[in-house]
């Protein structure tokens, strides 16, 4: 592909995340980054409101598999902002993919890594990598740990990834969209938590034997605002009675 062809490629952003996207748009403004360049897409399944700005007027909904053929054809460059699509393989080997995870790769990679992180003790953290066949696996161009508290939920954590996901977006964008880094391998393949993994944690079993502290643990870890994560089963009327943790700091 001719140089002059790439230039007049714009650059795709698929998030299912509207904090991140609207923020990712704040930061090209803060970088004098010229818009027009940008294209801003979601997911098919994705239910988050378009906000009321001119670039978002244009926001698309994008579907990876059926589509790949017409991002190669449109775009020089992807980038993943908590997009919840497989990119097909076909996009990948011909468009320079790039994915934002809200996790320390190699560990815990896939569903939610900050409520693998509590539970294993595995490093949580941000990574900016490029995409390759396997999920959250490509070769890592910045990577950053966050420390879990001993206070810390899933939401708790999730802010502050999200916070620095947004610092490493801003001192590397620039870099990014010129393709002017370098790349490390994982030093492992790690591990993987897929949704089911995730599910299975949600069903507390009552006649279980296990530590205060990996109880502790386990809810906290399931614990994110916004959200009914763990439950047990009331044996007398069947329902679900879900249980959160409010943990905070001595002051």
Same mark, same amino acid.
């Given at each position: 592909? *001719?140089?002059?062809?790439?230039?007049?490629?714009?650059?795709?952003?698929?998030?299912?995340?509207?904090?991140?996207?609207?923020?990712?748009?704040? /930061?090209?403004?803060?970088?004098?980054?010229?818009?027009?360049?940008?294209?801003?897409?979601?997911?098919?399944?994705?239910?988050?409101?378009?906000?009321?700005?001119?670039?978002?007027?244009? $926001?698309?909904?994008?579907?990876?598999?059926?589509?790949?053929?017409? /991002?190669?054809?449109?775009?020089?460059?992807?980038?993943?902002? $908590?997009?919840? =699509?497989?990119?097909?393989?076909?996009?990948?080997?011909?468009?320079?993919? /790039?994915?934002?995870?809200?996790?320390?790769?190699?560990?815990? +990679?896939?569903?939610?890594?900050?409520?693998?992180?509590?539970?294993?003790?595995?490093?949580?953290?941000?990574?900016? $990598?490029?995409?390759?066949?396997?999920?959250? $696996?490509?070769?890592?161009?910045?990577?950053?740990?966050?420390?879990?508290?001993?206070?810390?939920? *899933?939401?708790?954590?999730?802010?502050?990834?999200?916070?620095?996901?947004?610092?490493?977006?801003?001192?590397?964008?620039?870099?990014?969209?010129?393709?002017?880094?370098?790349? +490390?391998?994982?030093? *492992?393949?790690?591990? /993987?938590?897929?949704?089911?993994?995730?599910?299975?944690?949600?069903?507390?079993?009552?006649?279980?034997? =296990?530590?205060?502290?990996?109880?502790?643990?386990?809810?906290?870890?399931?614990?994110?605002?916004?959200?009914?994560?763990?439950?047990?089963?009331?044996?007398?009327?069947?329902?679900?009675?879900?249980? *959160?943790?409010?943990?905070?700091?001595?002051?």
């Amino acid at each position: 592909m *001719s140089t002059s062809k790439q230039i007049n490629k714009k650059i795709l952003i698929l998030s299912d995340n509207a904090y991140l996207s609207s923020s990712f748009l704040s /930061i090209c403004e803060e970088l004098k980054l010229d818009l027009n360049e940008f294209h801003f897409a979601r997911s098919p399944k994705s239910n988050f409101e378009i906000e009321n700005n001119p670039i978002y007027k244009k $926001h698309k909904i994008v579907n990876v598999k059926d589509g790949w053929k017409q /991002i190669v054809k449109d775009y020089r460059l992807v980038i993943s902002l $908590h997009c919840k =699509q497989i990119f097909p393989p076909e996009l990948i080997k011909n468009v320079r993919c /790039i994915n934002v995870h809200p996790g320390y790769n190699p560990y815990n +990679r896939g569903w939610f890594p900050q409520v693998f992180s509590i539970i294993n003790k595995k490093p949580l953290g941000v990574t900016i $990598h490029e995409i390759d066949e396997k999920l959250d $696996h490509g070769k890592i161009i910045v990577r950053k740990k966050i420390d879990i508290k001993k206070s810390d939920t *899933s939401g708790s954590l999730y802010k502050r990834i999200l916070n620095l996901e947004l610092d490493l977006i801003r001192k590397n964008l620039t870099n990014i969209l010129e393709g002017n880094y370098a790349t +490390r391998d994982p030093e *492992s393949d790690g591990n /993987i938590n897929l949704k089911k993994d995730f599910n299975d944690l949600l069903e507390i079993d009552l006649s279980k034997t =296990q530590t205060i502290k990996e109880t502790i643990d386990l809810l906290r870890a399931l614990t994110h605002e916004g959200y009914k994560n763990a439950y047990f089963i009331d044996e007398e009327t069947g329902k679900k009675i879900y249980i *959160s943790l409010n943990l905070f700091d001595e002051n």
